[in-house]
C-alpha cells in the first residue's frame, strides 16, 4: 500500500505542447522540469472554444495540483502526477519575452498581431 499526499501551488508553467482535448495532458515547463499535466479548469477551455490563441513557450499562471507517492527505498515523497486546478493569467511568449528586454530595446520593438 503506498501513502499519497496531495499539494497544490501556485505555480508558472510555461507550454511546451497543448492538447485541445479535455482529459489529455499538456507538456509544460516548470522549476526547469518538464512536466505533463491535465488542464482541469473547465472555464479555462472555454476560453479556447472562443478563440483565445496559445503558441509554445506561452506561460499560464495558475494552481498546480501536485500528487506524491512516498517511497521507502529513498525514504522521500517522489511527484507522480500533476493537474492545473486553474489557470489566472496567460502571458503571451511575446509579453514573457519583452519583460526580459533591457528598456532601451522595448522601445525599438514592435508587436505583429494577426
Known sequence: MS????TTEEASLLIYKISFEIGFNWVFEW??????AEVLDLDFYQLMEDGKRFRKGDV???QLRIVKE???S???YLNKS????KVFRHVS?????IQ?????????RTLITN
Open 100 to 108: 526580459k528586454l533591457p528598456q532601451n530595446q522595448i522601445a525599438n
Open 82 to 85: 500533476y493537474g492545473v486546478v
Open 60 to 62: 499560464l499562471e495558475g
Open 31 to 36: 522549476n526547469g522540469n518538464e512536466i505533463h
Open 3 to 6: 501513502i499519497t499526499q496531495i
Open 70 to 72: 512516498w517511497d521507502n
Open 74 to 76: 529513498a525514504n522521500v
Open 93 to 97: 511568449r511575446w509579453e514573457s519575452d
